[in-house]
């Protein structure tokens, strides 16, 4: 796409918006709008994070859109915004104002969450489940898990379990997918998506459940990021295949940048972001620091049923090794060790080690053998909700994102602007209105976008593409009958 005509559009439409002002007599002038229709107009107010104040009303509303018809200058116009762009909102016309210190923080602006349908009175516990899979981060995402959320709100849950199995392959890396990767890949820097989507949990459901559920980690796979997230809930079950890791290499992060201190100072800072996690569920954050630092030291003893951690390697047959100091030579682990999940450079946690510190409460296979370990098996309703189609939609979205961003470019280029007066405003309409397609798309998938891929190559900025629509309208009021 690197040499298609439209990356000589944005230079072509912003050479025209020049002509425009240079040319201001081939344009009425507007008539300026009364005070009357723009006290009517000003109804409603958006804040953006950056402190923008925009006024005008409100004509759609979506989990991740807001639009809005301004006036400028005189001249109508219709706009979007995307929630997490969003400060609050006023309406004025409304019974009060939603400001994002009422709801929640990330990815929505904060509204009155509608109250839930009330659950039967059948005495019995209501149960949903939420299957997190995929790529963690990019399928595993906070848009999808709040809707799914918001749906088992609404359906009255007093359960809700997140059956975590995340894609652990070497298609994180642009491979094929069909590769496992080892346990210790350095992935510690994808606590910053955790950071994204835990809030949906330990901020939003406080917030807006009357009666707060129990949150429940069931982890097949938690590795990379998604071992963070199930440290916020201090109910975690594996899977006998189980296993939570993933994060190590803090300790050779920013390796030949600056000095040691400001390297440390960095590395800390991180690792206190991972000790929050853990310590919101409870969880001995010695444990994360195994998990993490290649450079780190840790063993234990089993006490009276209680695991005694010691910062050092085993003295005796009594005491477990979890990770050792890989950053010397000496207990470096071999290749074939890292591959079969066998180091310890780094602590994976796998079903019989986590039971011992305390992360996991058992190992269970089936949810029903789950619902029996919570001892809610005899009394219990599991509610058909719309979790697992929620997260599919999602998922496939993302898939799909490349060719639809391709398409909708293809379309807007192949939209003709020529004829008579109607012909060139429906032809520069339909331009806009595919822009603001494109931009509808890239703004309801950019939370699970790596930045550095936002756009993809070859395409322009959300920026340019808002660019391009205000030349359009300014291309418009100069257009003479």
Same mark, same amino acid.
């Given at each position: 796409m690197k040499?298609?005509?439209?990356?000589?559009?944005?230079?072509?439409?912003?050479?025209?918006?020049?002509?425009?002002?240079?040319?201001?007599a081939a344009a009425s002038p507007a008539r300026p709008a009364s005070?009357?229709?723009?006290?009517?107009?000003?109804?409603?107010?958006?804040?953006?994070?950056?402190?923008?104040?925009?006024?005008?009303?409100?004509?759609?509303?979506?989990?991740?859109?807001?639009?809005?018809?301004?006036?400028?200058?005189?001249?109508?116009?219709?706009?979007?915004?995307?929630?997490?762009?969003?400060?609050?909102?006023?309406?004025?016309?409304?019974?009060?104002?939603?400001?994002?210190s009422k709801g929640p923080a990330i990815g929505s602006i904060a509204r009155v969450a509608p109250k839930p349908t009330p659950a039967p009175d059948d005495g019995k516990v209501r149960v949903y489940v939420i299957p997190l899979e995929g790529v963690f981060g990019r399928d595993i995402s906070q848009t999808p898990m709040r809707q799914a959320i918001a749906d088992a709100r609404k359906k009255g849950a007093d359960y809700l379990i997140f059956k975590l199995n995340?894609?652990?392959?070497?298609? +994180?890396?642009? /491979?094929?997918? !069909? $590769?496992? #990767?080892? *346990?210790d890949m350095e992935a510690f820097d994808q606590l910053f998506r955790t950071e994204e989507i835990e809030p949906v949990i330990t901020k939003e459901i406080p917030k807006e459940w009357e009666k707060q559920p129990r949150i429940v980690f069931w982890v097949r796979n938690a590795m990379g990021g998604g071992a963070f997230l199930p440290l916020i809930s201090d109910t975690i079950y594996f899977h006998s295949e189980g296993r939570m890791g993933g994060i190590g290499g803090i300790a050779q992060l920013f390796e030949g940048i600056g000095?040691?201190?400001?390297?440390?100072?960095?590395?800390?800072?991180?690792?206190?972001?991972?000790?929050?996690?853990?310590?919101?569920?409870?969880?001995?954050?010695?444990?994360?620091?195994?998990?993490?630092?290649?450079?780190?030291?840790?063993?234990?003893?089993?006490?009276?049923?209680?695991?005694?951690?010691?910062?050092? +390697?085993?003295? /005796?047959?009594? !005491? $477990?090794? #979890?990770? *050792?100091?890989?950053?010397?030579?000496?207990?470096?682990?071999?290749?074939?060790?890292?591959?079969?999940?066998?180091?310890?450079?780094?602590?994976?946690?796998?079903?019989?080690?986590?039971?011992?510190l305390g992360i996991s409460k058992g190992t269970v296979d089936t949810l029903d053998d789950l619902l029996f370990e919570l001892e809610i098996h005899r009394n219990y309703v599991l509610i058909d909700g719309r979790a697992e189609d929620i997260m599919k939609q999602w998922r496939d979205g993302m898939h799909d994102y490349p060719r639809n961003l391709r398409r909708l470019w293809i379309e807007f280029e192949?939209?003709?602007?020529?004829?008579?007066?109607?012909?060139?405003?429906?032809g520069r309409g339909a331009k806009m209105g595919k822009l603001r397609q494109i931009k509808r798309l890239c703004q309801k998938f950019i939370e699970a976008i790596d930045p550095r891929q936002v756009p993809p190559e070859g395409y322009p900025p959300i920026s340019q593409v808002n660019l391009?629509?205000?030349?359009?309208?300014?291309?418009?009021l100069a257009d003479q009958k």
């Open positions: 040499n298609t005509t439209w990356l000589r559009t944005p230079a072509l439409v912003i050479s025209a918006a020049v002509m425009v002002v240079a040319a201001p005070p009357r229709t723009l006290a009517a107009l000003a109804e409603d107010v958006i804040v953006l994070k950056d402190g923008t104040r925009i006024t005008g009303t409100i004509i759609e509303e979506t989990d991740e859109l807001v639009t809005m018809r301004i006036k400028v200058a005189g001249i109508a116009a219709v706009t979007t915004y995307a929630r997490d762009q969003i400060a609050s909102i006023t309406r004025t016309s409304g019974p009060e104002e939603v400001s994002a995340n894609d652990w392959s070497d298609g +994180l890396l642009g /491979g094929l997918g !069909e $590769t496992e #990767l080892p *346990d000095d040691e201190v400001v390297r440390e100072k960095q590395r800390s800072l991180r690792m206190g972001h991972a000790h929050g996690m853990a310590i919101q569920g409870g969880y001995d954050t010695r444990v994360v620091d195994a998990m993490a630092r290649m450079d780190y030291v840790l063993s234990y003893a089993m006490v009276g049923g209680e695991p005694v951690f010691f910062e050092r +390697l085993p003295e /005796g047959n009594h !005491e $477990t090794l #979890l990770s *050792d100091n890989g950053m010397l030579k000496e207990y470096a682990d071999a290749m074939e060790d890292r591959v079969r999940g066998r180091g310890n450079d780094v602590l994976t946690l796998k079903p019989g080690v986590a039971r011992d192949q939209i003709a602007v020529r004829g008579d007066f109607n012909e060139r405003k429906k391009m629509i205000e030349v359009f309208k300014l291309q418009q």
